[in-house]
């Protein structure tokens, strides 16, 4: 009939927990307060050694919950293990600290269904906990989201801009998952294969939306602001952007990789949040610099390797 109209897609959001299921209960009410008229599921991967969610517990969220466990999984593993179970015909990652502005489902499904993109990146707004309202330099933001963002919808051009924590494609139109081996075992759940994922789609003529009305709220934990954390982040980011810079040679990358504002460059070792972001900075540029040696030097390892073969 012609005045029928069409029903809204089911939407499936996938989460992975490891040490923080107690944000989940935030998240459910976040998605319960979603404007998006059709039906949304959440899908929740527990990656702890003994199961720790109860699908009792997360009944009075009035969405259907799928739990999972994945035991000692990394994130890139959990989060494939979600998406394979997840039915709705939009996927949207988050995370359980994550709180979705009200219109954010709406719009990336909105941007998937009718925009024809195979992946939507929304922008990821920071609120540091400890102490409330802090403000973080832009060397920290860029470890969680990024400091800067397109204004309007486009083509997203940069693939380190994106962050895990808000991502959409359409479940079984484009083959996606994020890279399990490359992260490594990744306990923590500190090592995100977003920028990875969009790059690939990127490299292969896949249409990568940059969707800066779809916000999501992240909070910043002490935990996440310790100088082992901070480096520890910044150390495998540099060395996801050389990877970058070499496999993809036509993605525009920041030169580079991290840059302290000239203000922290004479007043950094006074601050906590200057020291921090000048360790991210040390941390993120000498992990880049030791990356493109080894991945310049690969090749001549194995062209002498094929030399020795054929003598």
Request: hydrophobic share 40%; net charge positive.
């Amino acid at each position: 009939m012609t005045g029928e109209k069409s029903v809204p897609a089911l939407v499936s959001v996938v989460v992975t927990v490891r040490d923080n299921a107690a944000h989940l209960p935030r998240l459910l009410m976040a998605l319960l307060k979603q404007d998006y008229r059709g039906p949304v599921e959440l899908v929740a991967v527990d990656t702890h050694n003994e199961l720790v969610l109860n699908r009792l517990s997360l009944a009075g969220s009035r969405l259907p919950v799928h739990v999972m466990h994945e035991p000692d999984a990394g994130l890139s593993r959990a989060r494939n293990t979600g998406i394979r179970v997840a039915t709705g015909a939009v996927v949207l990652i988050t995370d359980p600290a994550a709180r979705p502005s009200p219109g954010w489902v709406r719009t990336m499904a909105t941007a998937l269904t009718h925009g024809g993109a195979d992946l939507v990146c929304g922008q990821v707004s920071v609120t540091v906990t400890d102490p409330p309202g802090a403000r973080l330099a832009k060397a920290l933001l860029d470890l969680v989201g990024s400091a800067s963002w397109p204004t309007v919808p486009c083509e997203l051009e940069r693939p380190w801009q994106v962050s895990g924590c808000n991502l959409g494609f359409r479940n079984g139109v484009v083959p996606l998952q994020f890279d399990e081996e490359r992260p490594g075992a990744d306990r923590g759940h500190r090592r995100c294969g977003a920028t990875e994922l969009a790059a690939r789609l990127l490299a292969e003529g896949r249409f990568v939306q940059a969707v800066p009305d779809a916000v999501v709220h992240r909070d910043v934990m002490p935990a996440d602001l310790t100088m082992r954390a901070v480096c520890a982040r910044a150390w495998w980011k540099g060395g996801v952007l050389a990877r970058l810079a070499h496999e993809r040679p036509q993605s525009r990358e920041p030169v580079p990789a991290c840059r302290l504002p000239d203000g922290y460059r004479v007043r950094w070792a006074f601050t906590r949040g200057g020291r921090l972001a000048g360790a991210a900075c040390l941390a993120s540029s000498a992990s880049r610099r030791l990356e493109q040696l080894r991945l310049r030097a690969t090749p001549r390892r194995k062209s002498r390797t094929a030399v020795a073969a054929h003598g």
